[in-house]
T-cell receptor, first 114, second 117 residues
Framework: KQEVTQIPAALSVPEGENLVLNCSFT??????LQWFRQDPGKGLTSLLL?????REQTSGRLNASLDKSSGRSTLYIAASQPGDSATYLC?????????????FGQGTTLQVKP | EAGVVQSPRYKIIEKKQPVAFWCNPI?????LYWYRQNLGQGPELLIR????????DSQLPKDRFSAERLKGVDSTLKIQPAELGDSAVYLC???????????????FGPGTRLTVL
């Protein structure tokens, strides 16, 4: 059974710092991995999607990497800003097929202080 | 392009009362998902539709929960009767699974926050 763990659960950093959020999953035979952002009281916004054949994806100040063999992904945020404050969730399918189902981690709540 | 629309945004009811949530997915998306998100947790899938067919409802508590997507577009999720433990955020998402073989990106609505007293 696929399980997803995110560490740390919460993180507080001063503005301008570079930071790394971690995600691990137990079944490495995944189809892809997605990182989402969730603002308080809001739905989820897709940030990056990495396919199983890829090692990383970049969007602006965000870079997500994927190491399937070790069951890990990291989300790197460069030059953090107060507007980056949110909960970040990673999610993977339960197996190697593209069924659409996603298993989510508990999320990392990030606070960037001005 | 409009995103996934959900209503109501908030609902407060007493236990044993019925409640219904509505979702309108992104136009053209054939796959629709209902998730439940408890406080401090990630979302958990309740049911997934491909067009009008429920293809994965293994996590749906069928004794009190029901869902429908009659014309393959809008969907409703119902709880009857509601229990205290049903308090959560109910999220709807949609995607165009099947129209791309490389990935399935899900787009989420703002959710309905349910409080059962």
């Amino acid at each position: 059974k696929q399980e997803v763990t995110q560490i740390p659960a919460a993180l507080s950093v001063p503005e301008g710092e570079n930071l790394v959020l971690n995600c691990s999953f137990t079944d490495s035979a995944i189809y892809n991995l997605q990182w989402f952002r969730q603002d308080p009281g809001k739905g989820l916004t897709s940030l990056l999607l990495i396919q199983s054949s890829q090692r990383e994806q970049t969007s602006g100040r965000l870079n997500a990497s994927l190491d399937k063999s070790s069951g890990r992904s990291t989300l790197y945020i460069a030059a953090s800003q107060p507007g980056d404050s949110a909960t970040y969730l990673c999610a993977v399918p339960p197996g190697s097929s593209n069924t659409g189902k996603l298993i989510f981690g508990q999320g990392t709540t990030l606070q960037v202080k001005p | 392009e409009a995103g996934v629309v959900q209503s109501p945004r908030y609902k407060i009811i007493e236990k044993k009362q019925p409640v219904a949530f509505w979702c309108n997915p992104i136009s053209g998306h054939n796959t629709l998902y209902w998730y439940r998100q408890n406080l401090g947790q990630g979302p958990e899938l309740l049911i997934r539709y491909e067009n009008e067919e429920a293809v994965d409802d293994s996590q749906l508590p069928k004794d009190r929960f029901s869902a429908e997507r009659l014309k393959g577009v809008d969907s409703t999720l119902k709880i009857q009767p509601a229990e205290l433990g049903d308090s959560a955020v109910y999220l709807c998402a949609s995607s165009s699974l099947g129209q791309t073989i490389t990935y399935n990106e899900q787009f989420f609505g703002p959710g309905t926050r349910l409080t059962v007293l």
